[in-house]
């Protein structure tokens, strides 16, 4: 990924930074700049989610991208935020901890770099909330 | 103009290693190691946990911790010696994350393990002169210890965050005085580009550690007219257990008074972030009223002296996020060869 990309999302990833349409009450992360049921209508409001969610789907991931071979067994899931919106995560925690279901909290982790000599990507994973 | 602690809040990795499963690997007489240093484990941060996620951690929890508005924050000053760029600062990382930016003031403090304490002190400063309205003064570290080195029994990971501000309705420990001792001591240090840092073995006590200590310490007790029965705790930088129990014994310091703030048995070392987390421990005790002394030692060295006495707001600030001692509980123990790779001691083909 290049430095430019990350940074331009960098916010969202941060601080699980979304959108809110006043209009329908829907709930957008990542975050949208038109909503998709109001069109016109819709009135976006920037929104921080406090990232308290449950598990709706996971993998087991043991043969992983290039950059991310010594993190293997780790898990890939779907999280649900409470506001609605679902985003695709790590859970650091145990291969065999996890479950559906599964209530999540996020933290603040390293997600991935550009090599030994390229920048470091941070943004949020998320753990078990108890 | 009096400043003082607004919050705190620490963060600690869940991951330990035993100091019987690294001698295990190297050979050494693991009884015999953990009674001298006195630590029995230390925590070892996560595959993707580093000095900036430790902060970032620590920063979020002291601002639940009182619940405040990010954006008062003027100045944010992370202290570390394992910053994860050698030019980029982390403070920077820390402020977007925690959402301070953009108006703010931000850098990183480099000074072995008193790095932390060096920040609380520029912080003390713009908060006095009214340049800002709180200062977040951070120290954080994942320490590196080379394999084999007796520093790889006590390097450990954690972090600790202060929020420093003027305003008495808020402030839940008063800063009454600080004092530094420094001199040109070459007992411990890292080149740049080198992944591990030297020490100079005996050296780094004598001339090191306890002239330094003792002297920011008498220091400020010398300036505030104070003997150590005037104080109810005294926390001192912890490389290992037995330094900061036989500095205080130096200074006239009972084991009762260092006792509450003593978490490098079941800790390690933390760097940066060690002199503070004895004294977020102790505040998690702490009543209104009591007073703490504490000093922080940095190798190159100085060391930071600094008296607190509690205030009634300490109160409000409980239960709000987890104490030390609940972080120290439950660990997720690993044997050396997943604390290697935790470390990045091993590189993939």
New interface residues.
């Given amino acids: 990924m290049s430095v430019a990309r990350f940074w331009r999302k960098?916010?969202q990833r941060?601080?699980l930074v979304g959108t809110h349409c006043k209009s329908c009450d829907e709930y957008f992360y990542p975050p949208r700049n038109m909503c998709p049921t109001c069109r016109r209508n819709g009135k976006i409001e920037s929104y921080?989610f406090n990232g308290d969610g449950e598990v709706i789907s996971f993998t087991v991931i043991r043969t992983a991208a290039v950059g991310f071979?010594?993190?293997t067994p780790y898990i890939l899931a779907i999280v649900q935020l409470k506001e609605g919106p679902k985003l695709t995560t790590?859970i650091?925690c145990g291969i065999d901890e996890i479950y559906l279901g599964m209530k999540v909290k996020p933290?603040?982790?390293?997600?991935g770099d550009g090599g030994e000599k390229g920048m470091?990507y941070?943004g949020t994973?998320f753990i078990a909330a108890e | 103009m009096k400043t003082g602690i607004v919050s705190y809040g620490a963060y600690i990795p869940k991951y330990r290693i035993k100091v019987e499963e690294i001698a295990r690997v190297w050979g050494d007489d693991a009884e015999s190691l953990s009674k001298g240093l006195k630590v029995d484990e230390k925590s070892v941060p996560?595959?993707?946990?580093?000095a900036?996620?430790i902060a970032?951690?620590s920063a979020?929890s002291a601002i639940a911790r009182c619940n405040i508005d990010p954006t008062r924050i003027g100045a944010v000053y992370t202290g570390s010696e394992s910053h994860?760029?050698a030019v980029k600062p982390t403070s920077t990382?820390v402020a977007?994350?925690i959402?301070a930016t953009p108006q703010l003031t931000a850098a990183d403090f480099e000074f072995a393990c008193k790095a932390g304490t060096a920040a609380v002190q520029a912080c003390m400063g713009l908060a006095a002169s009214k340049q800002i309205d709180l200062g977040l003064a951070i120290g954080s570290d994942v320490s590196q210890g080379a394999p084999g080195d007796a520093l790889e029994y006590t390097a450990a990971a954690g972090g600790v965050s202060m929020l420093i501000g003027t305003n008495p309705d808020e402030i839940i420990a008063n800063i009454e005085d600080t004092y530094s001792f420094t001199t040109d001591t070459p007992d411990f240090w890292r080149r740049e580009g080198m992944p591990y840092p030297e020490h100079g073995g005996r050296f780094t006590g004598e001339p090191g550690y306890f002239k330094h200590v003792t002297g920011a310490a008498e220091g400020l007790m010398s300036k505030l007219n104070t003997t150590p029965k005037d104080y109810d705790y005294a926390v001192f930088h912890q490389p290992n257990g037995k330094f900061p129990s036989r500095v205080a014994k130096m200074l006239g310091f009972t084991t009762e008074q260092i006792l509450p703030g003593l978490v490098v048995p079941k800790l390690g070392n933390t760097y940066s972030g060690s002199c503070l987390m004895g004294i977020a421990a102790t505040l998690d005790q702490a009543k209104p009223g009591d007073c703490i002394f504490a000093t922080a030692f940095g190798s190159g060295a100085g060391a930071d002296a600094f008296s607190f006495e509690v205030t009634e707001n300490i109160e409000k600030s409980r239960n709000k996020v987890a104490t030390i001692e609940e972080m120290l509980q439950n660990p997720t123990y690993i044997d050396y060869s997943i604390y290697a790779?935790h470390k990045d001691k091993l590189r993939?083909a």
């Fill in positions: 960098q916010v941060y601080n921080k071979e010594h993190q790590q650091s933290v603040f982790r390293k997600l470091i941070y994973k | 996560d595959i993707d946990e580093d900036a996620t970032v951690e979020r994860p760029y990382i977007e994350a959402g790779k993939r």
